[in-house]
């Protein structure tokens, strides 16, 4: 059974930081490519990062390029996920994915169920 589940998420306020975690099991993780979602209530999923699968690779989504930095270790099986310069509009559930693909922003087969993250403002 693959298994992706997020740790990290909580309440902060605007200008903070919060840094997420995912764990990986039941895939080949160091071959696989790692990306981060998010879906705020009443809205659409949308992607935030990924990253490739040795690590050199990553792409963001404008809206949080330069704030967040994605990141993973293979030996761990984790992928990371360090949110800076938080704001309101970044409050949503966010979830981690796996995928065999590179570059893609949408093409991902595993998933895990999220973890909330709320900016106050």
């Known amino acids: 059974q693959v298994q992706l589940v997020e740790s990290g998420g909580g309440l902060v306020q605007t200008g903070g930081s919060l840094r997420l975690s995912c764990a990986a099991s039941?895939?080949?993780?160091?071959?696989?490519?790692m990306g981060w979602f998010r879906q705020a209530p009443g809205k659409e999923r949308e992607f935030v990062a990924a990253?490739?699968?040795?690590?050199?690779?990553?792409i963001y989504a404008d809206s949080v390029k330069g704030r967040f930095t994605i990141s993973r270790d293979n030996d761990k099986n984790t992928v990371n996920l360090q949110m800076n310069s938080l704001q309101p509009d970044d409050t949503a559930v966010y979830s981690c994915?796996?995928?065999?693909?590179?570059?893609?922003?949408?093409?991902?087969?595993?998933w895990g169920q999220g973890t909330q993250v709320t900016v106050s403002s």
């Open positions: 990253i490739n699968s040795g690590g050199g690779g990553t």
């Open positions: 994915a796996a995928g065999p693909y590179w570059p893609t922003r949408s093409r991902y087969i595993y």
């Open positions: 039941g895939l080949p993780f160091s071959m696989y490519t």
